[in-house]
């Protein structure tokens, strides 16, 4: 049983199935973040940028 139905089964609460879409889901935004990560770090620092210019 995952960490999260253990808590709803102290409070009461039935346990929920996990729903696999949902974990792809994560895994697609945690992809995300990293590209945006590299990204940023990537980019020229800002008194090096030229208008016009990617």
């Known amino acids: 049983m995952g960490q999260r139905n ?3 089964a102290q409070a009461g609460d039935p346990p929920r ?3 696999p879409l949902n ?3 994560t895994v697609r935004i945690e992809a995300g973040r990293r590209h945006l990560d590299r ?3 990537a980019a020229p620092w800002a008194e090096e940028r030229e208008p016009g210019r990617r």
């Open 6 to 8: 253990r808590i709803r």
């Open 17 to 19: 199935e996990l729903n």
């Open 23 to 25: 974990m792809l889901h």
């Open 39 to 41: 990204d940023i770090v």
